[in-house]
């Protein structure tokens, strides 16, 4: 089937964080969100379907997960991913970001650090943090253009505090592909960074949440397909959450080969649920009939982004759109406005009438960077851009 993503869907009646955040925080209506990282498109025809089935059913008791699931996962992945995996390998959790929690719980002890790449995802460091560990930031290089590993410094860190405390960082949480900067790891930088992480006993948490949404010229490679030695030291996440728009449903998979490891994710996970009836249904039904749906949404991103980017390059020079590989998320350099972060973040909401994401919140590299969601019908884009120009214009910005 055609899908028409230039329809609008009215969400703001709904119980949608993005659409109702402006009214909560900012007791305003016509703020324009492009913020948090849903889209404003419908699910896939086979998912809405297989929903409806199952809520004509009329009973949810608690739900488990069905031979079925499991092997829609394993046909996912080798399909897109060429990776062979086991059913026993694959724990179920009721989101990636709970799955990231038990991570640090289950592989780093209190008061141990735990290496992030920021700017990146902002609950890398809350699930950190939250678990009393401490962050060692390895921040990606940033030339002006491009964002790349920065493997010099890594491989100091773990020279530097073997030999001063004895001890390093166990374990990293990698965004492969990156959000928010939007790179898609080759393998060769897997590679690197992989080899670094094991020669000094690093378990690597790989969320790979976005590895559907890549753009023509790059391809996703699973950390953990590899090699054998790199699939038995990381935890793999997916989810049909991002790519098929179903953040809501509460769906995610760790994908563990190693036994140890995983013993350690499942007690670490402890009696929390996992999914919902919702989302098993939806999560087969898209990891099986999802494909003709991703293909067309793809275009219609790339689409986008290049709206967006021959825009801004025409008519608000002053942003540096970095052209992202992968995701609906396009990170944008503001700094050439001249205003701090508080007075762009306040720009945006009261003058422009935009929300996008403070780029500070990822990291302190982000300051004066705002990720800005393009997985909406086209329209909105140019409404944001328009406002955006205006705004710019009345204060002389431009
Ligand atoms: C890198 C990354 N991981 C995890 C999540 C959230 O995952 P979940 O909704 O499954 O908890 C997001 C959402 O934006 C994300 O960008």
Redesign the pocket.
């Known amino acids: 089937m055609k899908y028409d993503f230039n329809k609008i869907i009215e969400r703001k009646k709904t119980d949608s964080i993005k659409w109702n955040f402006n009214k909560n925080e900012f007791n305003a209506e016509d703020i324009l969100p492009m913020w948090v990282?849903d889209m404003d498109f419908p699910c896939p025809e086979p998912v809405a379907e297989a929903i409806k089935k199952r809520a004509e059913h009329t009973v949810f008791g608690y739900p488990i997960e069905l031979d079925s699931c499991y092997e829609a996962v394993i046909e996912k992945v080798k399909r897109d991913y060429r990776w062979k995996i086991e059913k026993d390998w694959i724990v179920f959790c009721d989101?990636?970001?709970?799955g990231l929690y038990a991570s640090v719980k289950a592989f780093a002890q209190k008061g141990e650090e735990v290496i992030i790449q920021e700017p990146v995802?902002h609950?890398f460091r809350s699930a950190i943090e939250d678990n009393n560990c401490y962050v060692k930031n390895n921040e990606l290089s940033f030339d002006g253009e491009n964002y790349t590993m920065n493997y010099e410094d890594l491989k100091n860190y773990f020279h530097d505090s073997k030999t001063l405390m004895g001890n390093h960082a166990k374990m990293m949480i990698l965004?492969s592909p990156h959000?928010p900067v939007g790179r898609v790891w080759s393998k060769d930088e897997l590679m690197k960074l992989g080899e670094i992480c094991l020669e000094n006993n690093c378990v690597i948490i790989s969320?790979e949440?976005?590895c559907d949404v890549v753009f023509k010229r790059s391809q996703h490679t699973t950390f953990a397909s590899i090699s054998e030695e790199f699939a038995n030291h990381s935890v793999t996440f997916i989810?049909p959450?991002?790519t098929f728009n179903i953040?809501g449903l509460g769906e995610?998979v760790a994908i563990i080969p190693n036994k140890d490891m995983r013993d350690k994710f499942i007690a670490a996970r402890g009696a929390v649920g996992s999914g919902n009836v919702f989302g098993k249904v939806a999560l087969e039904a898209a990891y099986i009939d999802g494909e003709e749906y991703l293909l067309q949404l793809k275009e219609y991103l790339e689409d986008n982004l290049n709206y967006f980017i021959n825009h801004i390059e025409k008519k608000i020079p002053k942003l540096k759109v970095i052209r992202p590989e992968g995701t609906f998320l396009v990170w944008v350099d503001m700094r050439e406005l001249g205003l701090n972060n508080h007075e762009l973040n306040e720009f945006l909401v009261k003058e422009a009438k935009v929300k996008f994401n403070d780029g500070a919140i990822f990291g302190r590299a982000g300051e004066g960077f705002q990720r800005i969601n393009i997985g909406c019908p086209r329209i909105y884009i140019k409404e944001a851009l328009i406002r955006l120009e205006m705004a710019l214009r009345n204060r002389s910005l431009l």
Not at 95 to 98: A, E, L, Q, S
Request: zero cysteines; proline letters at 0%; glycine letters at 18%.
């Open positions: 990282a989101g990636v970001v709970g995802f609950h965004s959000n969320d949440i976005h989810a959450g991002k953040s995610a």
